[in-house]
């Protein structure tokens, strides 16, 4: 058992938050336990499956494109596909369009202020709903994100592996949030998990939960949580097809649904009859499984119709990292 209170522990977290808040783009200051919903929204789809280093340039070119959730609303989906090529699991774009435009539409350009009402928004899940809920309008929330997951587990040494120890690791989180600074405290949560309570390596005497860490009084707050044995991801592979013509390179839009879905990419069958050769090989791991896709080129005098982009430019095409790294097999 904690040897503090819970009290005593939101208290601790909430002043070393006072003094050792990350500033993000997204954020107001400590102390003001509000944000704008729009941007918290944005920043937490983002931030799904991503670390905040490689999400925080995205955040600041979206908003600087659609500062507001009705300009978003407005924006044509190749766009905004294109603008989140590189943040992968492209089926968050997609809800992301959806959601604005409903909040924009149906709700007054306005979130719902509770967790009930952000939920019945597409994407939107349990932990993002708490999230905005505690983060942009104070309202108590329990918020567990995989940094809260590592902080709780090792607080109280919770031997039941993942995901069986999220049900425990909910109840003793809901004991631990303050009916107070409810956003500051998800949010220090969050930063203490990020930079003090690592997977590895965790720096525990800078940690202002170090006196009544179950898991350092182990000697070992590494263990936890414990995590079962992850399987072998079942691999496939496949074709890109890159034909040149002219300084320019062939590309296709894929379906909107499915894998990259509405995103462009080189085709995956012989757009035309040529010299094709290959050009080497790249490697990708999905979610669910590992991809090697065979990368052929050719040039071609014809033109067949279809999108045509400028090799020079190609970095504007909004790629997806799959083709990025196709592309470079061809033009290093």
Request: proline share 8%.
């Amino acid at each position: 058992m904690l040897a503090s209170g819970p009290g005593k522990v939101s208290d601790r977290l909430l002043d070393w938050y006072d003094a050792n808040a990350r500033s993000l783009p997204w954020r107001s200051a400590p102390g003001q336990d509000r944000a704008d919903p729009y941007r918290i929204w944005l920043s937490e789809i983002m931030l799904q499956q991503t670390t905040v280093a490689a999400v925080t340039p995205y955040f600041e070119r979206f908003i600087s494109r659609w500062p507001t959730i009705e300009a978003l609303a407005a924006a044509d989906d190749a766009d905004v596909m294109a603008a989140w090529a590189g943040l992968g699991y492209y089926a968050r774009a997609r809800n992301l369009l959806s959601c604005a435009r409903a909040v924009a539409h149906n709700h007054g350009g306005r979130f719902p202020a509770d967790e009930a009402g952000l939920r019945s928004l597409l994407g939107i899940g349990a932990y993002t709903a708490a999230a905005i809920a505690a983060i942009a309008f104070g309202k108590r929330a329990v918020v567990i994100d995989g940094n809260v997951e590592r902080v709780v587990a090792r607080l109280f040494a919770l031997a039941q592996p993942l995901p069986l120890a999220k049900r425990r690791i909910a109840e003793h989180a809901d004991r631990l949030t303050p009916n107070h600074r409810p956003g500051d405290f998800a949010q220090a949560m969050m930063d203490l998990g990020a930079t003090v309570c690592r997977p590895r390596a965790p720096a525990c005497p800078l940690c202002p939960l170090q006196s009544c860490c179950e898991a350092r009084a182990l000697g070992q707050p590494e263990a936890f949580p414990v995590r079962p044995a992850r399987p072998d991801r079942p691999s496939r592979t496949g074709l890109a097809y890159v034909l040149e013509h002219r300084g320019q390179v062939l590309l296709e839009r894929r379906p909107p649904r499915g894998l990259l879905g509405g995103m462009n990419g080189f085709p995956a069958e012989p757009p035309a009859a040529a010299d094709w050769r290959s050009a080497g090989q790249v490697r990708y791991v999905f979610t669910h499984f590992g991809l090697t896709l065979h990368v052929m080129h050719a040039t071609s005098e014809g033109r067949p119709g279809g999108l045509w982009w400028p090799v020079a430019d190609l970095h504007r095409a909004g790629l997806p990292t799959l083709f990025r790294k196709a592309a470079s097999q061809v033009w290093q």
